[in-house]
């Protein structure tokens, strides 16, 4: 095997989580009730679906995560389904040159809340692990459902078209959406889990756009973090290397990446349909990922308020790179230019109209009834090696 190191230090990894109280493993004694099964099956209803449409999907879920291989021992199995659907169109993107270095990578699910993808360096080796937290895709599906919602209320304008205040009036006078858009990220925030946000399912009209969407986000995720890979990035013990310049050219890798992707059977396959998706090709998926972590991050440094080192260069410039790479792409680059600005406009407005919340919202209060940061305690265990966090 190509990548017995990654595989042999990931084992050890795992093993170390074991012991730690707030890693995300799967209670194996724990089922989901009669009550909470037909309180989730009930939103479904109320929004449309029929009841043969919502046994086809529980009974799609319950497959894939029968069928899905195990990275790590004790998980939430959709999370490694969802993990191995994403994986296949990644793969099949790639040149044949970056496939032989991604062949030395080695995909887990780690046992860690939050919304992270993480790289893990495998010391004195080529090899690498690379770990997608077991809530990382739930986050993306609700913040692509929350996106959507928002273009909803003005549509067709919230890109090129788009004006500032209108679309924070329209925001205003649906303070159901805004609240929305808190609960994410303070569940994020406070729990690492999307446990505090109400479950408010898509519509069968929002259904193909939501699931593009994160569907893009994810994608774009991994990509960034095979990028760091590929690119042998964080290899140099005290070399010269600069880290937002890796950050840099790891966003545009997932982003050629996500155009290549984007074209192939793979990804057509794991869609089920063959329409185009614009959120991945354009980059717009990177763009809504890196600024509602940004978002994410600011909650959480309010409530937490435990020092972060980042390392990683400012949401809008790494917006503005994404947005306007291959700018001599002229059948393509208006598109882009509507999209990608969409999902920046979007997040500009709703933190704007979010501040005003984090300015009243009683942090300190909150801050010394709660336990210890989960993140922090998550980091608990020992890493000899070299991590970098997207974003």
């Not at 009730?33 to 309180?39: A, F, N, P, Q």
């Not at 069968?204 to 973090?225: G, K, P, S, T």
């Amino acid at each position: 095997m190509k990548k017995s190191a990654a595989v042999d230090l990931w084992i050890q990894l795992l093993d170390r989580a074991r012991a730690n109280d707030w890693s995300s493993f799967q209670d194996p004694e724990c089922s989901i009730s009669d009550t909470d099964h037909e309180v989730a099956r009930q939103a479904f209803l109320d929004v449309g679906w029929r009841a043969t449409d919502i046994e086809a999907l529980e009974d799609g879920t319950r497959r894939r995560a029968v069928s899905a291989p195990v990275t790590s021992e004790g998980v939430n199995r959709n999370s490694e389904a969802m993990l191995e659907r994403l994986l296949k169109p990644i793969m099949s993107g790639l040149s044949p040159v970056d496939r032989l270095r991604a062949d030395e990578a080695h995909f887990v699910v780690e046992p860690k809340a939050g919304p992270l993808v993480s790289t893990i360096n495998v010391p004195m080796t080529d090899e690498t692990i690379i770990a997608m937290g077991t809530h990382f895709t739930r986050y993306c599906g609700l913040i692509a459902r929350a996106y959507v919602r928002t273009c909803n209320l003005l549509p067709f304008a919230t890109g090129m078209e788009y004006k500032e205040n209108d679309l924070r009036l329209k925001l205003r006078r649906n303070p159901h959406l805004l609240f929305y858009w808190w609960r994410i990220f303070t569940s994020y925030a406070l729990t690492g889990t999307h446990c505090l946000t109400e479950f408010k399912p898509s519509t069968r009209d929002e259904v193909l756009l939501v699931e593009q969407m994160a569907a893009a986000m994810e994608i774009f995720a991994l990509a960034h973090e095979l990028g760091h890979h590929c690119l042998a990035h964080g290899r140099q013990l005290n070399g010269p290397g600069d880290s937002r310049s890796e950050e840099f050219d790891a966003d545009s890798f997932a982003a050629k990446l996500c155009e290549t992707v984007e074209g192939t059977l793979e990804y057509r396959e794991m869609q089920g349909y063959s329409f185009s998706n614009p959120y991945l090709w354009s980059g717009a998926g990177g763009i809504l990922l890196l600024g509602s972590i940004e978002i994410f991050r600011k909650v959480k440094g309010k409530i937490f308020h435990n020092p972060h080192f980042d390392t990683h260069p400012h949401f809008i410039d790494r917006a503005d790179r994404i947005t306007h790479r291959n700018v001599l792409q002229i059948a393509s680059y208006q598109t882009r230019l509507d999209f990608c600005s969409s999902a920046h406009n979007v997040l500009k407005c709703v933190l704007l109209e979010l501040e005003p919340i984090m300015r009243a919202w009683p942090f300190k209060e909150l801050s010394s009834n709660l336990p210890d940061d989960w993140e922090v305690a998550q980091e608990g265990r020992t890493r000899l090696l070299t991590q970098m966090e997207l974003p």
